[in-house]
């Protein structure tokens, strides 16, 4: 929280922001790689990917149909909704307590030999309002070279979710290249969160991305995402975003299962297509900490 014409992501510089910001999660997730590709039609992939266009991604519908379903017809255990955060594109509407710090890190490979390996912390200062600041380390390879760029991200919360089961969080980033020490970019994010119950939680994000590369502009970003704790310590999460823009390939899908020891600790297991736009099967591993958030 992803584009192609048939550049590997490892020729183009902008080609591996535009990876970063495909799989930019929460603003941590999901972020970016924007400078130099040579083909107009790419943008793709972070917080966590490109490669050559291979149409649609099939994975989508099951994955649109089972969101669906959870919505409308599964019951709902006594639970905690899923919160979202690591490796998914599609964020939600909360942040941890002043003070409160997270660790995220997670590896994604995908069939065509492209991986991408991301490390995010990020901690909730009060400046007046609750705010998370963070940052996200990415190292990814693609065509045999590697890369690594740098996010600086902000998320705060002015509707936070209540009895009503509605809250509203607006994010951003600022994408930084550390080997030329420049700037490439910034993403905007608003994420708003529907609780329907205490195991099922719906996300809807909406946004848009600078790029300074080429191609140049302003792209708009969006997904649905639906988490559901159907047992305790279990959670089923899958999402379906996009980044629309000359080139683009849409739509991208993740669907994964999330067990949770203790309420400070996740591990998830995901399957992804399409991620940044390359049309490649991918599997991710991830692992979040949280620490002062009890």
């Known amino acids: 929280m992803d584009t192609t014409s048939g550049e590997k992501l490892g020729k183009s510089p902008e080609r591996r922001n535009y990876m970063v910001l495909a799989r930019y999660h929460s603003l ?10 040579k083909v107009p039609a790419s943008i793709e992939a972070a917080s966590r990917f490109m490669g050559p266009r291979q149409g649609r991604v099939y994975a989508c519908p099951s ?8 919505i409308l017809v599964v019951p709902t255990p006594k639970a905690f909704a899923a919160r979202l955060g690591g490796a998914y594109y599609v964020d939600d509407a909360e942040i941890g307590k002043p003070g ?15 991986r991408i390996a991301v490390f995010s912390p990020a901690c909730v200062v ?13 190292n990814l390879r693609s065509d045999g070279q590697g890369d690594t760029i740098a996010t600086l991200t902000a998320k705060t919360v ?15 980033a600022v994408i930084y290249d550390p080997g030329h020490q420049t700037g490439n970019g910034f993403i905007v994010n608003v994420p708003v969160s529907f609780d329907f119950s205490k195991s099922l939680r719906v996300n ?23 988490s559901w704790n ?10 379906v975003f996009a980044i629309m823009g000359p080139g ?6 993740q669907s994964g299962l999330r067990y949770s020891p203790t309420k400070d600790i996740d591990w998830d297991l995901i399957y992804g297509r399409n991620l940044t736009g390359e049309g490649a099967n991918w599997i991710t591993m991830a692992l979040t900490i949280r620490i002062g958030d009890n």
């Open 230 to 239: 159907f047992i305790p310590r279990w959670s089923v999460i899958s999402e």
């Open 28 to 37: 941590t997730e999901s972020v970016a790689r924007m400078r130099g590709m």
């Open 63 to 70: 994955v649109l149909a089972f969101a669906l379903f959870m």
């Open 100 to 114: 409160s710090c997270e660790f995220e890190s997670w590896s994604s490979f995908a069939a065509n030999g492209d």
């Open 158 to 172: 002015p509707i936070p979710i209540g009895p009503s089961g509605f809250g509203l969080a607006i994010a951003g």
């Open 126 to 138: 009060n400046f007046g309002a609750p705010i998370e600041l963070g940052t996200n380390i990415v």
């Open 248 to 253: 683009q390939s849409n739509p991208r899908a």
């Open 204 to 226: 809807v994000n909406f946004g848009a991305q600078y790029n300074d590369g080429d191609p140049r502009g302003l792209f708009a970003t969006g997904g649905v995402g639906v």
